[in-house]
Every structure is written in C-alpha cells, then in structure tokens.
C-alpha cells in the first residue's frame, strides 16, 4: 500500500506527538498505568496532528516545517490545556501532585 505525501506526513504527526507523550511521561517520575499512557498518547497525537491546520495559512509550508510546528503543538499545547482546564475548574494541584494525573478530576 502506497501512501501518498498528505498520508504520510499526518502519520508523521501523530507518531511525533505520541513520542512526546511518552517522553513526558516517562520524565514525570509518577505511576505509571496503561489507561494514563494511551490517554496521553491518544492527546499527544491528536494535539500534534492539529499542526495541520498551518497548512491551510501556509500551503507551500515544508515538511520539516510542518513537523516542528507539530512538536511545538505536542509539547506546549498539552501543558496550556491542562492549566486552562484546572483554571476553569477551579482546582490546582497539590504540592507532589504530578499536571497530568487529570483522570482525578
């Protein structure tokens, strides 16, 4: 099965942005359980497929462009929903508490 060039690069984004997931994970120093795992992934990797969304500002845009935008999206766009969502809520975490334990909420 041959993929074309759009294809290929939204696999692209979504394996970036479950690594970064992962990579955040894996640092956080928590416990870890399978359900927190796909969960992040499944965020990661949707939050950096959005980076698809420059092309339709920038249609000549690279592919290493794209890709960085979506590292950018993965990385930070993550981190700014979880504070919006317990800003919204009302509820800061407790000291220890790791941001992404958001399943408690």
């Given amino acids: 099965m041959q993929l ?6 939204l696999l692209t984004l979504i394996v970036l942005g479950g690594a970064i997931a992962l ?9 870890l359980t399978v359900r927190e795992i796909l969960g992040q992934i499944m ?13 339709l500002v ?4 690279s592919a ?5 935008v979506g590292a950018l999206i993965g990385c930070g ?4 929903l979880e504070t919006a969502i317990r800003r919204y809520l009302g509820r800061s975490p ?4 790791a941001v992404s334990d958001a399943d408690e909420v």
Avoid: C, P, W
């Fill in 4 to 9: 074309s060039v759009h294809e290929q690069q």
């Fill in 23 to 31: 990579g955040r994970l894996l640092i956080g120093g928590g416990s």
């Fill in 43 to 55: 965020v990661g990797a949707g939050l950096a497929t959005s980076a698809g969304a420059a092309l």
């Fill in 58 to 61: 920038f249609h000549d845009m």
């Fill in 64 to 68: 290493t462009a794209l890709v960085g």
């Fill in 77 to 80: 766009g993550q981190s700014f």
């Fill in 94 to 97: 407790s000291k220890g508490e």
